[in-house]
């Protein structure tokens, strides 16, 4: 069975995210949508609102589960078996960041995959932190948020 760790932390989720979702949930048995718990970080939204809110995303998607976890995502990804993990790269400075970072994962665990899947360019410039930062100031997100999820926010 192929299962793959889309690992964030989604606080809200965007189209972007959504994208990247849908595009890969097709190459596996089993997709499961990470949210990386960070003590150390105040969120925007609280774990089980995000949770929630991908849930609802999500709800007519039998091969994706929603789950938060804490710790190294390698570790997670050993913990649930997936032997691949899924990023997004909207930029080349994104993609300097994942390859660093899946080096890392790939030294610390050789048998877990790193899959960038490019975003389309219509979502290149949405992110999380522009979301929340818009959300600050009562702006409007509609465009970037997934429908079923701006009741969360």
């Known amino acids: 069975m192929k299962v793959a ?3 964030g932390s989604f606080d809200p989720v ?3 995210h959504v994208d990247i979702v849908k595009r890969s949930v097709s190459l596996f048995d089993k997709l499961y949508i990470g949210i990386g718990v960070n003590s150390n970080k105040q969120g925007f939204l609280t774990i089980s ?3 929630q809110m991908l849930r609802a995303v999500f709800e007519h998607e039998p ?3 929603v789950i938060a976890y804490e710790g190294l995502t390698v570790d997670f990804c050993k913990s649930i078996s997936a032997g691949y993990m899924i990023r997004g790269i909207r930029t080349v ?3 300097e960041y994942e390859k660093a970072i899946a080096q890392m ?3 610390l665990a050789p048998d877990i995959e790193s899959i960038f899947i490019v975003s389309k360019p219509g979502y290149s410039s949405i992110s ?3 979301v929340r930062e818009i959300l600050r100031h009562q702006g409007d997100v509609s465009q970037f948020i997934p429908t079923e999820a701006l009741e969360y926010l």
């Open 93 to 95: 400075s994104d993609f």
């Open 49 to 51: 609102q995000r949770e």
């Open 63 to 65: 091969k994706i589960h």
């Open 5 to 7: 760790l889309f690992p």
């Open 128 to 130: 999380s932190t522009i």
């Open 105 to 107: 994962n790939h030294a």
């Open 14 to 16: 965007t189209k972007a």
